[in-house]
Nanobody, 120 residues
Framework: QVQLVESGGGLVQAGGSLRLSCVIS????????YGWYRQAPGKQRELVAS???????TTAGAVKGRFTISRDNAKNTVYLQMNSLKPEDTAVYYC??????????????WGKGTLVTVSL
């Protein structure tokens, strides 16, 4: 089993920054992909960014140039640096991990989420 715990969410004004952290524990040797998802009220969950064990990253178009995913292997932690935040970035952000992406649901393991609220 793998456990993920997110932190770093909160209330920020538009244009501000936040850094989300996700500490991963358990059978991490089974993990090859890490991702940050978000779900805004009334909307479907969407993949924001991902990073592989080898360091390959992807970023969704809506946040490209503003959000950066990174990983600290020594700390078993994945980060999401969010800059130039907009009100439309308001959502619950989830950290996820797994051996690979699965079309039906994404990744195997999920954190409980952390709320990010961006005010005008």
């Amino acid at each position: 089993q793998v456990q993920l715990v997110e932190s770093g969410g909160g209330l920020v004004q538009a244009g501000g920054s936040l850094r989300l952290s996700c500490v991963i524990s358990g059978n991490i040797f089974s993990i090859s992909v890490y991702g940050w998802y978000r779900q805004a009220p009334g909307k479907q969950r969407e993949l924001v960014a991902s990073i592989t064990r080898g360091g390959f990253t992807t970023t969704a178009g809506a946040v490209k140039g503003r959000f950066t995913i990174s990983r600290d292997n020594a700390k078993n932690t994945v980060y999401l640096q969010m800059n130039s935040l907009k009100p439309e970035d308001t959502a619950v952000y989830y950290c996820a991990a797994g051996p690979a992406f699965v079309k039906e649901y994404g990744l195997d393991y999920w954190g409980k989420g952390t709320l990010v609220t961006v005010s005008l």
